[in-house]
């Protein structure tokens, strides 16, 4: 199941080229009030007898085409953004090659992982958005990732059990500033990355069901038509199982928490009337275009 906001931030049901209005049939059904948040309607979808239920519904409303449909960030107000740093060997590589990154192989995967940082709400921006280059910066980079989306209230989880905790996966972008903060300074990334505009999500959001397995999927990316990204989310030094167990026993997880999984090699540096197009199996595709800021 794809589910997306769109036009005035109503929450839809992509089915083929269609796109069916789920809130409305979650509505209908009594999982949630009128005006409720995204995120509580994730929650509500995490119940497979909810989820059916609205699935059937929705495809029974009015519909409208995905191709004149606005999208929107999938989720505008998510309970927390936790991104995952340096969490591909080969990027790890090229960071201290481009800005001098500390090297990082000696760390354990726990040390890696406390290095996990939050970007803010206010650094969202949707499918086919514009990502502004501040002024502050002469070099910004792109990084491309995938990103998981909690569906239910995770606490102490086990690698085991913490895909159990997904509802679904989307796309982000970690659009970075490098300067001046970024060279030979440690635990600036909040602010480096925070910047609005700095966190791309979408194009939507594809329920975990879809997905067979999160560390088995390719990510590609285009900057002007030119394929600057190719890569495997097996390579991942932490994959999306430790980096829950490890985020949950740190703080709880509400239903629409996103965690984003670290860039693997390949990010560029960006420049005004950029183009971007990132690709990931199963999931789709998702645009950003790059604008300095005036």
Not at 39 to 65: C, F, T, W
Not at 88 to 107: F, N, P, T, W
Not at 179 to 201: A, E, L, S, Y
Request: hydrophobic share 40%; with cysteine; charged share 20%.
């Amino acid at each position: 199941m794809k589910i997306c906001r769109y036009n005035d931030s109503m929450t839809g049901l992509i089915e083929a080229d269609r796109v069916y209005p789920l809130e409305q049939a979650l509505v209908a059904l009594g999982a949630v009030k009128v005006g409720a948040s995204a995120h509580a309607q994730i929650a509500a979808m995490n119940n497979p007898e909810v989820s059916s239920k609205a699935h059937a519904a929705a495809l029974k409303l009015p519909s409208i085409a995905l191709s004149e449909a606005k999208l929107l960030v999938p989720l505008d107000n998510p309970p927390a953004i936790w991104a995952a740093a340096a969490n591909y060997k080969a990027h790890q590589a090229e960071m201290i090659g481009r800005v001098g990154s500390s090297d990082r192989s000696h760390l354990s995967n726990d040390e890696l992982m406390a290095e996990i940082f939050l970007k803010p709400n206010s650094s969202l921006v949707g499918p086919s958005g514009i990502v502004i280059l501040p002024k502050i910066s002469k070099h910004v980079d792109f990084e491309c990732e995938l990103c998981a989306v909690i569906g239910k209230t995770a606490k102490n989880v086990s690698e085991e059990e913490a895909l159990d905790y997904v509802y679904g996966y989307t796309m982000c972008w970690d659009i970075s500033i490098r300067d001046p903060w970024g060279i030979g300074r440690q635990n600036t990334r909040n602010i480096r990355k925070g910047f609005d505009t700095f966190c791309g999500v979408g194009p939507w959001i594809v329920s975990r069901d879809e997905i067979a397995e999160p560390q088995a999927l390719l990510i590609d990316v285009e900057q002007n038509g030119v394929n600057v990204m190719k890569a495997n989310t097996a390579d991942m030094i932490n994959g999306l199982r430790p980096l829950i167990r490890f985020l949950s026993s740190v703080s709880t997880l509400s239903p629409g928490t996103l965690i984003t999984t670290g860039t693997p090699a390949g990010v560029s540096r960006l420049a005004d009337g950029d183009h971007l197009r990132g690709t990931i199996t199963g999931i789709g595709v998702m645009d950003l275009h790059v604008q300095a800021e005036r």
